[in-house]
């Protein structure tokens, strides 16, 4: 393993904010159960069940993270459910660039590119390919990991040439 970084997706103003889209919504849903019954309405399984599966839902998002690694033969980025393994031999180029994305964070559209981005940088690696479109990884240490993809990119061209 030549590189590995694990970021978190979400700042704690975020987290505050779920929190205090769950309180709305668990406080809203209970004011509406309790007029039903004043109502003499049966309450539904899915306005109980649902504050507990959105609780739920919520501590898996604070959870998220950015992981990214680079080895001898890849470079490997997951995000949330989405995983994007690029081969070394399939890098044309990287360099390391500032973005004006620090209020963002996931797997978004920038400069017609798709990008995995957390809160804990404003610098990122553009990995250009050869065969595809280009994306970048925002990272803490943009330096070393674009660092980690040149030697194996070098090494990785040593070995060809050999062969």
């Not at 309450?43 to 950015?66: G, K, Q």
């Not at 080895?71 to 949330?80: E, G």
């Not at 970048?136 to 990991?145: D, G, I, Q």
């Amino acid at each position: 393993m030549l590189y590995q970084e694990s970021q978190k997706l979400y700042t704690k103003e975020t987290l505050l904010l779920l929190g205090a889209i769950y309180a709305i919504i668990f406080i809203l849903n209970l004011a509406a159960r309790i007029w039903m019954q004043n109502e003499g309405y049966s309450t539904p399984a899915s306005m109980v069940v649902f504050p507990v599966v959105l609780f739920v839902f919520l501590l898996i998002i604070a959870r998220y993270r950015l992981y990214t690694s680079v080895t001898y033969d890849s470079v490997t980025v997951k995000m949330i459910w989405r995983r994007r393994v690029v081969t070394i031999s399939n890098i044309e180029s990287v360099a390391v660039e500032r973005f004006e994305m620090r209020k963002w964070q996931g797997y978004i559209r920038y400069r017609g590119s798709w990008c995995y981005i957390s809160n804990a940088a404003d610098k990122g690696l553009w990995i250009t390919l050869k065969k595809g479109k280009p994306f970048m990884v925002s990272s803490a240490t943009p330096e070393e990991f674009e660092r980690a993809v040149n030697s194996a990119r070098k090494l990785h061209r040593s070995q060809t040439s050999m062969d």
